[in-house]
């Protein structure tokens, strides 16, 4: 087993805050969001309690696919700013006691970058992965923009070529697989921990790694992509010891021992990968795949889904783990639909917020869950956001409603590319409305960041009790929080342990619609409750 230095320690209490750049906050007019747009708005962050902010790509690029096509990666993209309007950001984010982390993009780049149209013309070059030309190439790959023969292979749109981490298998039918430890593949490697040192000097914290699991192609059980991170994490070790590598791979099991520091559950994959987390929040009326396993999600007014798959998937996670890191849990993503999505209602996500804030996973807000923005559907391709004819992320890509003014401070004449409407609803919710209404979800996910910050029970390394699966959801954290959740419209009820009828009713710390009987826990409809067993009360049931 490979051992790697512990991670550093702020990360067990992290509260991560995911800003889509081009949505959060412009501050210049001209129709995208920019470094100092999210500067003014730091305090929204630190008030809220968020400790580290995770930024989409940020670097120069084309944006044919929202900046995950990357021409430089040591220059940001102009449209956001300078070097120094990220420096001032980071900055001014450590008064706050907020961390950065950049978003990498180290499994392709746009075909703009100098890396690619150098290999275009050069077939000795292997940075990129090349056909040699000989033969008809395999179905995907595109044909060479250059003076070069053959094609390249990329990775979801044809300005994305994938770069070349060498293949782990051979095949007498493609020549041109070059090996891991091939000139092309050994300089990309290089060329990670150049792209790292270059912006952890500068005081960055960290990285969001897009597409971690996808380097090595042809790759069984991701044997040799994980060697890959594996070096990449004992130079990260040595030479920036207090970063932190944070892995889109959807495996823990495979990517934490790899050397990842924390692995996201993720939306799309097989039952492996992706059902854990669409089994939380999937209703399929936003971003969707034919290609995903149908499973009913546990927050669903109907009552239809279970936490079972998820708590297995989590539980089987956490064992593979083994204390070396940290699983996350987002409420959406840029490429998911959020949780105001469909037919859920603004007043379901309460108790979405008190699962996820009260579960052993580091939690991940998505830039305007807090205040329950919505998914907005069939908005047109914008920036690539279109993957299929039922996966358009754009509708999780709106603007941040600051406030009630059109356009929440973004330009909206139509030579601005970028502009999408807000969430056209009547009763659009605004960070500036929910700040003066302390009923306000934006308010009540304040206060469990706060009861999870202040209680170490609460945090990542706090055991969890199951005492029921079902609806409601009843567990117990740290031996002395019982947290109960019903995400359904109905009423559910559940035998209270034996144990809680010995002394006096758990205390109530941040509760909506639960009650206590003589023998039973009651939850009315999208309840939620975190109640104070009192030291020594486990609340688990008595044995006999």
């Not at 840029?334 to 579960?359: E, I, K, V």
């Not at 999870?452 to 009790?465: H, I, K, M, N, Q």
Request: glycine content about 10%; proline content about 10%.
């Amino acid at each position: 087993m490979t051992t790697f230095r512990p991670a550093p320690a702020w990360l067990a209490d992290a509260v991560f805050y995911q800003i889509y750049p081009q949505s959060f906050a412009d501050s210049d007019g001209d129709g995208i969001g920019d470094f100092n747009g999210i500067t003014q708005h730091l305090d929204h962050l630190a008030w809220l309690g968020v400790n580290c902010v995770w930024l989409n790509p940020c670097f120069a690029s084309p944006f044919r696919d929202a900046g995950y096509d990357v021409s430089d990666y040591l220059t940001v993209a102009p449209r956001y700013g300078t070097d120094d309007d990220l420096a001032a950001l980071v900055e001014a984010a450590r008064r706050r006691g907020i961390r950065v982390l950049l978003d990498l993009v180290a499994g392709h780049t746009s075909n703009e970058h100098a890396w690619f149209t150098a290999s275009a013309d050069d077939p000795g070059d292997d940075r990129y992965i090349w056909t040699d030309g000989s033969q008809p190439p395999p179905a995907g790959f595109v044909a060479s923009p250059g003076a070069r023969p053959g094609a390249y292979l990329p990775n979801f749109f044809a300005s994305q070529p994938a770069l070349n981490f060498g293949y782990a298998r051979t095949d007498p039918a493609e020549p041109w697989r070059r090996p891991v430890v091939a000139a092309g593949p050994r300089a990309n490697r290089a060329a990670l921990r150049d792209i790292m040192d270059h912006w952890l000097r500068r005081g960055l914290s960290g990285f969001r790694v897009d597409m971690a699991a996808s380097l090595v192609k042809d790759d069984p059980g991701k044997r040799e992509t994980a060697k890959v991170w594996t070096e990449l994490r004992h130079w990260l070790d040595a030479a920036h010891p207090g970063a932190v590598l944070l892995s889109e791979w959807g495996d823990p099991d495979v990517s934490v021992p790899a050397g990842f520091h924390a692995d996201f559950f993720l939306q799309f994959g097989g039952p492996t990968v992706g059902r854990p987390l669409r089994s939380l929040w999937n209703n399929r009326h936003g971003t969707d795949s034919d290609d995903w396993d149908p499973v009913d999600c546990f927050f669903d007014p109907g009552g239809k889904g279970s936490p079972r798959p998820f708590v297995e998937a989590w539980r089987d996670a956490t064992a593979a783990v083994a204390g070396r890191g940290f699983t996350a849990l987002p409420t959406s993503n840029h490429d998911f639909a959020r949780l105001n999505c469909g037919p859920r209602t603004p007043d379901q996500l309460p108790a979405a917020f008190a699962f996820q804030l009260t579960w052993p996973t580091l939690p991940a807000i998505y830039y305007g869950d807090e205040i329950g923005m919505r998914f907005v559907p069939g908005l047109p391709d914008t920036e690539g956001s279109v993957l299929g004819p039922r996966y358009n992320r754009a509708g999780s890509r709106t603007p941040m409603q600051w406030d009630t003014t059109p356009g929440a401070g973004f330009s909206t004449a139509p030579e601005e590319r970028f502009y999408l409407p807000l969430d056209p609803g009547p009763d659009r919710p605004t960070v500036a409305a929910q700040r003066r209404d302390e009923g306000s979800l934006l308010h009540l996910v304040r206060r469990l960041v706060a009861l999870r910050t202040a209680t170490p029970e609460l945090g990542s390394s706090g055991t969890v009790d199951v005492l029921h699966d079902g609806h409601p959801f009843v567990y117990v954290r740290g031996g002395r929080y019982l947290v109960v959740i019903n995400p359904r419209r109905a009423a559910a009820a559940v035998t209270a342990p034996a144990a809680l009828s010995c002394g006096p009713l758990p205390r109530p710390v941040e509760v909506s619609g639960v009650r206590f009987g003589a023998h039973t826990i009651t939850a009315e409809g999208f309840a939620y409750g975190v109640f104070d067993l009192g030291a020594g009360r486990s609340g688990r049931p008595a044995s006999g």
